[in-house]
T-cell receptor
Framework: DVKVTQSSRYLVKRTGEKVFLECVQD?????MFWYRQDPGLGLRLIYF???????EKGDIPEGYSVSREKKERFSLILESASTNQTSMYLC??????????FGPGTRLTVL | AQSVTQLGSHVSVSEGALVLLRCNYS??????LFWYVQYPNQGLQLLLK??????LVKGINGFEAEFKKSETSFHLTKPSAHMSDAAEYFC?????????????FGQGTTLQVKP
């Protein structure tokens, strides 16, 4: 079974803090993705990576950065958290057939 | 460019009734199509997918979907709803010819099942 794990299920941070969200997959997938999910807005792609150290911006990259030093790990970084980044964050990895496998999500609250 | 439209952000059915969730897509290349389900406070789980071949695709939990190229549709159905089917459902289409694995997701449809 494919497994995608995320470092935290719930996280509370203060405005201005640097926040790291980590995602690990165990299926040797090349592609990994970070989304945020907000009510009424569906899933919006923040960044994705198609190889180690390779990344591309998604639809809403502003205020975020990513790191992929190893194939299995893809980190999302909020350089200076703001209240409008309060959201559910979902990580996924995909096989060559486009099927994406999702982690359980991290619900981030920025106070 | 690829896009997905899910018709109806909320659908309510009675237990035992037919479930029909609608999805239309546009794609400039032959699409791969997906349905995912999300239960509260969880990630998305794959229900079924269409790649090539048979246009009627069967998935988990008794769901199926039919790819209709002429109608650019991929509607999800289940003959008899269970209370446990209450969740949010997302339709997705593969994001173009480059093999980055990107999917374009619809806005989601929340399914309510009434006893």
């Amino acid at each position: 079974d494919v497994k995608v794990t995320q470092s935290s299920r719930y996280l509370v941070k203060r405005t201005g803090e640097k926040v790291f969200l980590e995602c690990v997959q165990d299926m040797d997938h090349e592609n990994m993705f970070w989304y945020r999910q907000d009510p009424g807005l569906g899933l919006r792609l923040i960044y994705f990576s198609y190889d180690v150290k390779m990344k591309e911006k998604g639809d809403i990259p502003e205020g975020y950065s990513v790191s992929r030093e190893k194939k299995e790990r893809f980190s999302l970084i909020l350089e200076s958290a703001s209240t409008n980044q309060t959201s559910m964050y979902l990580c996924a990895s995909s096989d060559l057939g486009y099927t994406q496998y999702f982690g359980p999500g991290t619900r981030l609250t920025v106070l | 460019a690829q896009s997905v439209t899910q018709l109806g952000s909320h659908v309510s059915v009675s237990e035992g009734a037919l479930v029909l969730l609608r999805c239309n897509y546009s794609s400039s290349v032959p699409p791969y199509l997906f349905w995912y389900v999300q239960y509260p406070n969880q990630g998305l789980q794959l229900l079924l997918k269409y790649t090539t071949g048979a246009t009627l695709v069967k998935g988990i939990n008794g769901f199926e979907a039919e790819f209709k190229k002429s109608e650019t549709s991929f509607h999800l159905t289940k003959p008899s709803a269970h209370m446990s089917d209450a969740a949010e459902y997302f339709c997705a289409v593969s994001g173009g010819s480059s093999n980055t694995g990107k999917l374009i997701f619809g806005q989601g449809t929340t399914l309510q099942v009434k006893p």
